[in-house]
């Protein structure tokens, strides 16, 4: 049982360019969350899913953007990459709304030069 | 006002210690409560969940507060290995609103254990 796989771990970008980073989940979870950690400070939620087809933004949705087609996968797009989005990643899941915590991938090392 | 407040620290302590973390929350709605644990440069990692009678897992005891609004993380005997950044974690909202949909974190209270 692999949990939440983020792919790739690392990455640079040039401003300007654009990349998604992959998150996939085998334990058939509903609710999928993407957040984005820079150094030193909290986590901050930028979109969210709660099923297949439905997505909504969190806190800081500007200059990303999601998909969800299919239980298991929730990719995060980033259009015009900009130095501001040089942060760590985080993909979560959770069965389901209520008493159920977050189970995290392993995080995306993102620098945009 | 953060819906979640927690003292950031350090809290610097020798090896052996009961060090305790508390954390605020705002919203008297808020259903669930957890902590998770992040070590530098790693996911964060669920630790326990909090219930209202308060629950034990070996050195670790979480203890809920409803009137008062707030949850505390007691670590006893503290190890080495027990440095690690704690965050309080809080589902905000009743069970039929999106408020549920997510989670609220803390900021974290950074620990460190020293030899």
């Known amino acids: 049982n692999a949990g939440v796989t983020q792919t790739p771990k690392f990455r640079i970008l040039k401003i300007g360019q654009s990349m998604t980073l992959q998150c996939a989940q085998d334990?058939?979870?509903?609710?999928m969350y993407w957040y984005r950690q820079d150094p030193g400070m909290g986590l901050k939620l930028i979109y969210y899913?709660?099923?297949?087809?439905?997505?909504d933004k969190g806190e800081v949705p500007n200059g990303y953007n999601v998909s969800r087609s299919t239980t298991e996968d929730f990719p995060l797009r980033l259009e015009l990459a900009a130095p501001s989005q040089t942060s760590v990643y985080f993909c979560?899941?959770?069965?389901?709304?209520?008493?159920?915590?977050?189970?995290f991938g392993s995080g995306t090392r993102l620098t945009v030069v | 006002r953060k819906e979640v407040e927690q003292d950031p620290g350090p809290f610097n302590v020798p090896e052996g210690a009961t060090v305790a973390f508390n954390c605020t929350y705002s919203?008297?709605?808020?259903?669930?409560f957890f902590w998770y644990r992040q070590d530098c440069r790693k996911e964060p990692k669920l630790l326990m969940s909090v219930y209202s009678s308060g629950n034990e897992d070996g050195r670790f005891t979480a203890q809920l507060n409803r009137a008062s609004q707030y949850i505390s993380l007691l670590i006893r005997d503290s190890k080495l290995s027990d440095s690690a950044t704690y965050l309080c974690v809080v589902n905000e909202g009743p069970m039929n609103n999106n408020a549920g949909n997510m989670l609220t974190f803390g900021g974290g209270t950074r620990l460190m254990v020293k030899p």
């Open positions: 919203n008297s709605a808020s259903q669930s």
């Open positions: 979560a899941s959770r069965l389901d709304r209520g008493a159920y915590g977050y189970t």
């Open positions: 899913s709660v099923g297949a087809g439905i997505t």
């Open positions: 334990m058939n979870h509903n609710y």
